[in-house]
């Protein structure tokens, strides 16, 4: 591998025979060298090769700012929450993450803790990447002997779902506190509380999830198909009231109108839900 920037002794990016760029870490790995000699590669550590050159570059200015026992934090966890899930992740989550942990840590070591308003909610609605979150912990204290709190796990679990959905941070908290109220909607509409453990349920916080994202993205596109909506309001209209009254916050809150055909795919959601609760249309 050819050396082609040289950011301190441990990072550089190099460029392998394909002419493919990459980013290197390893202790002392530049020490004497110049850009455009040979690495050894057996003194490299850690490989990061990205698909955008863009995140090669802001992740290697990152590291120039930190520890870089912080990256390698990171790309561990990255590489368990590959190997114990099917999450399609977004490569930003290595400079999100690098990023957010290196924060984080700093705090814990002084003793500031940052509580997390969205904690139960994070909780309720992405079980599967808090359980994973509970994992990256591990890895943390493993390196760092730093036994962080749930709230800062649940801060985890929003840099987890963010790089898997590829939405902004501050469109995800925006569609956390959405889908809350349409779950207090349902629930309060149709008087009853939510198995939160069932499959339906969870099937359900799926679908809220990109119908969220569809609805508060100035650029997304909502689903389209009218006349499949009129049969199901003529066959569900306890469904269809309760799918108007969260038209209508959405459209009250945000601004937003939601598309019939958006409101017939929620419809049938609750139906199949409520069906499974035991209270009837």
């Not at 939510?194 to 349920?201: A, G």
Request: hydrophobic share 40%; glycine share 4%.
């Amino acid at each position: 591998m050819r050396i082609k920037r040289i950011y301190n002794n441990n990072v550089v990016m190099v460029e392998d025979q394909k002419s493919e760029e990459m980013i290197v870490i390893g202790k002392g790995l530049a020490f004497g060298k110049k850009a455009g000699e040979f690495l050894e590669e057996d003194r490299i550590e850690k490989v990061f090769t990205l698909a955008e050159k863009s995140i090669g570059n802001r992740l290697a200015k990152l590291v120039q700012e930190i520890p870089i026992i912080y990256l390698s934090i990171a790309e561990e966890i990255v590489a368990m929450l590959r190997e114990k899930s099917d999450l399609n992740l977004d490569d930003n989550i290595y400079i999100t993450l690098t990023d957010h942990i290196s924060m984080s840590l700093e705090r814990e070591k002084n003793k500031v803790v940052f509580q997390n308003p969205l904690l139960m909610e994070i909780k309720q609605f992405y079980k599967k990447e808090f359980a994973l979150s509970k994992e990256a912990a591990k890895i943390i204290d493993k390196h760092m002997g730093i036994h962080i709190s749930e709230d800062e796990m649940g801060f985890i679990t929003l840099h987890i779902v963010n790089a898997n959905l590829n939405q902004r941070a501050d469109q995800l908290i925006v569609s956390l506190q959405l889908i809350s109220e349409i779950i207090r909607i349902v629930q309060n509409h149709y008087g009853v509380v939510l198995n939160h453990d069932s499959l339906l349920y969870e099937r359900f916080m799926r679908h809220l999830q990109f119908f969220a994202r569809r609805v508060l993205d100035k650029d997304g596109k909502q689903l389209e198909d009218v006349s499949v909506f009129q049969l199901a309001q003529q066959e569900y209209p306890e469904a269809f009231q309760c799918v108007e009254r969260i038209g209508d916050y959405i459209q009250k809150s945000y601004h937003k109108k939601v598309t019939d055909s958006e409101k017939r795919y929620l419809i049938y959601h609750i139906i199949t839900l409520i069906s499974n609760e035991g209270v009837q249309e």
